[in-house]
């Protein structure tokens, strides 16, 4: 699937066709500051920024989302996982443009979840977890993890992932995908909380979206 960088997040929102093949967009836009930013604001500019706080980042890279550039010396792709390079940092040059967003379509029981915890409406999420999870039986066959505001880009937990690939979603394996999600956040400290703290609730959304998403996987 093609979307465009200008697409708002209330488009996205409102999309049948997103609904149907990729419908962790259209909830995790819901969470976005609020109905006047969504108006407005863009996926593109959500990813160009480049902020660890937006929420497309982790998204993206949950997704397995690749991004086509445009710029004087033509066109080229990046994967999501190739284009954050630290906090406002990106793989964009100066002379160059975000012109398309190209995500894959969920294959059949493939659950999502993007829980994020935030002070209040509007807030930047004090920490979020993005999960796009596929099971073969009782069994993972493939997760995706990412996390939002946990460090100096959003970051794919692939640890955490390995932990419950091919494994039941015991308590157990719960729990040790939680602890190596919780390993490589490094979060600033700021009035969201300490570090402890920060890292602490990334673990608890991921805990979250794991149990949403397996759900889902029907």
């Not at 960088?5 to 836009?29: D, F, G, R, Y």
């Not at 407005?40 to 989302?65: E, K, Q, Y």
């Not at 400290?189 to 996987?217: F, H, I, N, W």
Request: charged fraction near 25%; charge should be neutral; include cysteine.
């Amino acid at each position: 699937m093609v979307n465009g960088t200008a697409t708002t997040e209330n488009e996205i929102i409102a999309s049948p066709l997103l609904q149907q093949k990729v419908p962790l967009l259209p909830e995790a836009a819901r969470q976005i500051a609020d109905p006047q930013v969504r108006n407005r604001g863009t996926i593109g500019g959500d990813i160009a920024h480049g902020d660890p706080a937006n929420d497309h980042p982790a998204l993206s890279l949950a997704l397995g989302a690749t991004f086509v550039v445009d710029g004087p010396k033509g066109r080229r792709t990046v994967k999501a996982e190739n284009f954050f390079h630290g906090t406002y940092q990106t793989d964009l040059a100066d002379d160059e443009i975000l012109s398309e967003i190209r995500v894959p379509a969920f294959a059949p029981r493939t659950g999502y979840a993007y829980e994020k915890l935030k002070r209040k409406t509007g807030d930047w999420a004090t920490a979020a977890a993005a999960v796009v999870l596929r099971m073969k039986g009782d069994r993972v066959e493939s997760v995706r993890i990412a996390l939002t505001n946990v460090a100096a880009t959003a970051v794919r937990a692939q640890a955490a992932e390995q932990a419950i690939t091919d494994k039941q979603l015991t308590v157990e394996a719960i729990a040790d995908a939680v602890a190596k999600a919780m390993s490589v956040c490094d979060p600033p400290e700021d009035l969201r909380g300490d570090r402890e703290y920060k890292t602490a609730m990334a673990g608890q959304m991921v805990r979250r979206a794991l149990a949403v998403a397996a759900s889902r996987c029907r």
